[in-house]
């Protein structure tokens, strides 16, 4: 049984968040994931990759999280949270 918790509100605070490393302004966003022609965002499993002949990975019973990502406007690093 795959654990989820998609529908959970991101923990992540509302301050106006700083780039770690030059001090710009962090904007949010997604990294895209393409799936089956629809376009989702990435999710973050636990544990090891491990190929499967169906699926590519095997991902089933894992718990996992959408990606949430910040972006440098100043010098692109990006900074990801997944919860
Ligand atoms: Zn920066």
């Keep these: 049984m795959a654990v989820s918790v998609y529908e959970e509100e991101f923990q992540v605070s509302d ?9 710009g302004a962090m904007e949010e966003g997604f990294i895209r994931d393409v799936t089956h022609g629809a376009t989702l965002p990435s999710e973050w499993y636990e544990g090891t990759p491990e190929k499967s002949f169906w ?14 990502s910040f972006r440098c406007t100043r010098c692109g690093y990006l900074e990801s949270y997944a919860g």
């Design 55 to 68: 699926t590519g990975l095997k991902t089933s019973g894992r718990a996992h999280y959408e990606i949430r």
């Design 15 to 23: 301050v106006e968040k700083k780039c770690p490393k030059c001090q």
